[in-house]
């Protein structure tokens, strides 16, 4: 799962029988598109700019590939040596919910010369995502704090609030989502996938998933294993298709068990100016201490939401640090602040803007989440499962297995979620960090298993999420560039120390 707030229909045989034509179509069938990219200068972009952007469209229901269609908007930078040009590297963006139309020039900065000559590097907006035919719940402004985006009980491990919510949620999900919300799984993410590959007239497409976008890459991989070339699968997913979602909520506690303990070495560090404790053993209780004195006695934050610090939102934030190392800073001021030692930090200021934009996301990232798979409704068994989860995982206290508005989701889903495989060509390679607070190394081995020989794995020896390019670990980047570059993926498995 991603840097987004993992927050948070019928037909299934006709579905069913949708998926398994598509997967045995061959990689010459005619496009998915119904015209082929008309490529432009990107909205707000200044002229003359590298990256461009154009338009594809494809089925609102696979099942009626004649019917409605919607629009994915998609954006390219060229390969720098037309002459070494190997293909199309797709970046399939995370969350579930983020846009991922700048990904050609933000994350191509980051990339070696050598993948950039040899790739037309392209993004896109999935389905229901900022210029891809954008969705919205229209959820309640104040619904909005990130103390209720993620499931966080109350401060006696009530969850009577987050009962509330989801069910708020659903309904306002169910009034304003419409059929495209209705349409968002990871399923037709790979569908979507291939028609941008017909559409750019490929045979076949090379990939770079974060995050959730192993996920979307791996079930890719999965339905169209004959059109993909080099995938590289970054920070990775449990693939399980009975939770999906359940699984990477459920993710964060031992992946924050996993993490914290960086944390607590760099802010126990000498000369660190942000230092909290004199050494890491202290870190921890610190925090745990400081998180219930702010559900007991709050305190004022003006221009915030909510409009105060308490022991969520502290969480939260404490959640939020652990994806990188240059988080821990504003982190370590925030427990500055509640302890007395700080001011508070100027709050970020939401503006109209800004809302829409989390609206988009947020009702995104809630349709894969809940369509994907049924949650269930058993609303004793998260009360159960959230106080076993506060006794085993204080620092997340019971946030991970908490009730989701999916649990009172209106659409059931419209086909079963599709279990990754070994079946197919050999020419993934996972990258994945020891120490990943959202995306745990458990979830990854996992993900490994289910692609069986088709895969390897790099490992590193490192904290945070995402991999390649991301840490400044010359081991793991040069395995990850080697196999973009040659296309040959390592003997084994690959172990990369630290540094």
């Known amino acids: 799962m991603s840097k987004n707030i993992r927050t948070i229909a019928t037909a299934a045989t006709v579905a069913a029988l949708a998926a398994s034509v598509l997967t045995a179509a061959p990689a010459s069938a005619a496009p998915t598109g ?105 959820i309640d402004h104040e619904d909005l704090a990130p103390d209720r985006l993620r499931p966080f009980p109350a401060p006696d491990g009530s969850i009577a609030g987050n009962i509330a919510l989801g069910h708020r ?47 979307a890459g791996a079930v890719w991989s999965t339905l169209f294993a004959r059109t993909t070339d080099r995938v590289v699968l970054d920070s990775n997913d449990d693939p399980d298709p009975a939770k999906v979602g359940r699984n990477w909520l459920a993710a964060f506690g ?96 939401m503006t109209p803007q800004a809302e829409a934009v989390a609206q988009n996301h947020i009702a995104a990232s809630a349709g894969t989440l809940c369509n994907d798979v049924s949650w269930p409704a058993d609303e004793a068994g998260y009360a159960k499962d959230v106080a076993a989860e506060r006794a085993a995982r204080p620092l997340t206290a019971g946030m991970p297995v908490n009730v989701m508005p999916c649990a009172y989701w209106p659409f059931a889903p419209a086909e079963p979620a599709v279990r990754v495989t070994d079946r197919g060509p050999a020419n993934v390679l996972l990258a994945q960090n020891l120490r990943d607070p959202a995306t745990p190394y458990a979830g990854a081995l996992k993900l490994r298993a289910a692609f069986g020989e088709r895969a390897r794995m790099v490992t590193v020896d490192s904290g945070g999420h995402d ?31 630290a540094g």
Not at 293 to 318: F, Q, S
Not at 468 to 477: E, F, L, M, Q, W
């Open 169 to 215: 949620f659903a309904d306002a999900c169910a009034r304003n989502g419409g059929p495209v919300l209705r349409s968002i799984t990871t399923a037709n993410e790979a569908r979507d996938i291939d028609g941008i590959r017909r559409a750019l007239g490929e045979r076949r497409l090379s990939a770079w998933g974060t995050s959730y976008g192993t996920y």
């Open 254 to 349: 031992p992946g924050a068990e996993d993490r914290f303990p960086d944390f607590a070495k760099w802010a126990s560090a000498p000369g660190n100016p942000d230092r909290v404790a004199d050494t890491p053993e202290e870190v921890r209780p610190l925090y745990l201490d400081l998180a219930a004195r702010l559900d007991r006695t709050p305190l004022p934050w003006p221009g915030a939401l909510p409009a105060e610090l308490n022991g969520n939102v502290l969480r939260g934030a404490m959640l939020q640090s652990l994806y990188s190392d240059q988080q821990f800073p504003g982190f370590a001021r925030l427990m500055l602040a509640g302890l007395g030692r700080r001011p508070l930090p100027a709050p970020a200021v």
């Open 467 to 497: 991999v390649y390019r991301a840490n400044g670990n010359a081991c793991g980047d040069a395995a990850v560039t080697d196999f973009l570059v040659t296309g040959r993926r390592p003997a084994a498995d690959v172990f990369c120390p």
């Open 34 to 138: 119904r015209d082929r990219p008309a490529w432009t200068d990107c909205p707000g972009a200044a002229p003359g700019q590298p990256q461009q952007c154009a338009t594809v469209h494809v089925p609102l229901d696979y099942a009626d590939p004649d019917g409605e269609q919607i629009t994915l908007t998609v954006s390219r930078v060229r390969a720098a040596r037309p002459d070494q040009r190997h293909g199309v590297l797709l970046l399939i963006p995370g969350g579930p919910g983020e846009e991922g139309l700048d990904r050609p020039t933000r994350l191509g900065a980051t990339l070696p010369q050598e993948v950039r000559d040899r790739f037309d590097l392209v993004g896109f907006d999935p389905r229901g995502i900022g210029a891809s035919t954008p969705v919205t719940c229209g």
